[in-house]
């Protein structure tokens, strides 16, 4: 059994890079069979191992632009991608996302609830195909977790969805509602969790081990509120305690050892995407948020495409000394230095002179000045936002030479969300003392002062620095309660605005859909 883990492990990588060259089916009108001959089901020990690659393949799309994760980031307070001339306007489509003026047409809300359903698709083709085969009951449980996760991000994002899980079922779907999708993903996932591995291993990287189905069903339980009107706090602090009790995680002594360019060594990450710059590419931030003169900068391959930025005031949490005290040093601020905290999470960013060889990033009329500079200012969304203005994603290092495609492993579950969702629980239940205790452990990691206190606003705020844009932010904002308020660039949305609209394409196809209410 090991060595087919082992194997399987290997599989993944090869399927991620398979995945870019050939498109998955991402629809729910996908051609289904109501039999599959003898020979379609596995026979082999190497068509197991082939078939649990397929399942991890489409994990491929996080670090990609245009779809899941940055439908999320960008309709959040964190990122931004600014239309510089006219670079980046795309006929409005990314003002859309982060305005909260998307409509059921916008090509991020159809290209994100394809990418979902193309996940789905494939785990319930391989559930099917398992079933038929003897001894193969765990990895049936392990696909069933993987299509939980799926439906898990379908339902967060767009609220009652077409369920099916039934490969042989060809019969359109009309919407199911949020509630009952909840409750079939904790049911899932309740049947399955203890059938999983426990072992925190090379055999379980970048797999679906016990703990990273623990870490997902802490998260469901979390937004136990939002999905379904009632709460479930004692739920997602019970998951969360027994992650904590297992032992196997623990905080890195150093925050951005976790999204290092090699960051497989580290205890902290539950269940990431493994990726390769040779074997398995399609992670490339360095390419959508750095700016084209960042080719000298950094000795890459390529001219990257001048792109996503952080939005000023959520860069400026950070180094705030009253929201955010800490040991106070020079920092960039606005559009220069001032003095702030010297928070360590402060790496999750590329800002300041980039270097003398640099060439000025302006054109005529930019507020660039000479040589390249990014600035956490940003002087407007659009149409003319300076080129160099944006402090830019720098969370996952970046290699000097490097190609498009990153070696970093993605990270969709970290043990400090776990902590912190702990430390939510507390709050939200009585317990300030239990979760200022939680916080301060996160604080002390990040090199500031500790807190003496906590409320809702200081916790979303430390949630908000510790975890930047791990696809997050849009879902705590929700659950908070801050998502329809106003902020740079954007006026208070309406309340239908928490989920996403049905995409057109889905309503055209499908009649027995139904739009999300307000669109």
């Known amino acids: 059994m090991k060595n087919l883990q082992m194997k399987i492990k290997k599989l993944i ?76 306007y795309d006929g409005g489509v990314l003002l859309q996302v982060h305005q909260h003026t998307y409509t059921p047409d916008n090509g ?160 902290e990450n539950i269940f990431v995407v493994p990726y390769d710059k040779v074997f398995a590419g399609g992670f490339n931030w360095v390419a959508m948020t750095l700016h084209y003169a960042s080719q000298n900068t950094f000795n890459l391959t390529f001219q990257p495409w001048n792109g996503y930025a952080t939005v000023e005031d959520f860069y400026n949490s950070y180094v705030d000394p009253v929201s955010n005290p800490g040991p106070q040093g020079t920092v960039y601020k606005g559009k220069g230095t001032a003095t702030g905290t010297l928070d360590s999470r402060l790496s999750n960013f590329v800002v300041g ?13 930019d507020d660039d000045g000479v040589g390249l500079n990014f600035t956490p200012y940003i002087n407007s969304i659009w149409p003319d936002a300076c080129r160099q203005c944006g402090a830019r994603i720098g969370k996952y290092a970046y290699e000097n030479g490097q190609t498009p495609n990153m070696s970093n492993d993605w990270v969709l579950f970290r043990y400090a969300d776990i902590l912190l969702g702990k430390a939510e629980a507390h709050l939200r239940t009585g317990d300030a003392a239990g979760a200022l205790g939680i916080v301060n452990q996160i604080r002390a990691r990040a090199g500031v002062d500790a807190y003496t206190s906590l409320d809702l606003d200081n916790l979303l705020a430390e949630r908000g620095r510790e975890m930047y844009v791990e696809n997050d932010r849009r879902q705590s904002l ?41 669109y």
């Not at 106003?486 to 139904?514: C, R, Y």
Request: hydrophobic share 40%; glycine share 8%; aromatic share 12%.
């Open 108 to 267: 991020f809300v159809s290209n994100a609830w394809n990418a979902l359903y193309g996940g789905i698709n494939t785990t319930n083709r391989l559930i099917y195909q398992f079933s038929a085969v003897e001894g193969a009951e765990a990895f049936e449980a392990e696909l069933r977790a993987i299509r939980a996760f799926w439906y898990y991000h379908l339902m967060d994002m767009y609220g009652n969805v077409p369920m099916s899980t039934d490969f042989t079922d060809t019969e359109p779907k009309g919407n199911t509602p949020r509630a009952t999708v909840y409750s079939w993903i904790m049911s899932e996932l309740d049947a399955v969790i203890n059938l999983l591995p426990t072992v925190k291993d090379g055999s379980t990287y970048g797999r679906m081990n016990k703990w990273a189905a623990l870490a997902l069903r802490h998260k469901m339980k979390l937004n136990a509120g939002v999905y379904t009107g009632s709460a479930d706090w004692a739920g997602a602090k019970a998951d969360a305690d027994a992650i904590i009790a297992s032992g196997l995680y623990s905080l890195e002594g150093n925050y951005a050892s976790n999204f290092a360019v090699e960051n497989s060594g580290s205890n």
């Open 13 to 88: 990588l090869v399927f991620a890079c398979l995945v870019f060259i050939v498109p998955a089916c991402t629809n729910l009108d996908e051609e289904l069979y109501d039999t599959l001959a003898a020979e379609n089901f596995f026979q082999s020990e190497d068509e197991y191992i082939a078939a649990l690659g397929q399942a991890y393949a489409n994990f491929t799309m996080w670090g990609s632009h245009s779809n899941v994760w940055s439908t999320n980031e960008l309709s959040s307070d964190e990122l931004v991608v600014p239309t510089r001339g006219g670079d980046w």
């Open 353 to 365: 002179p980039q270097g003398t060889d640099d060439p000025a990033g302006g054109e005529a009329g």
């Open 478 to 518: 929700v659950r908070f309660g801050k998502f329809n308020d106003a902020w740079w660039e954007k006026g208070v949305s309406g309340s239908h605005m928490t989920i996403f609209p049905i995409p057109k394409p889905q309503l055209d196809a499908n009649s027995k859909l139904t739009q999300n209410p307000g």
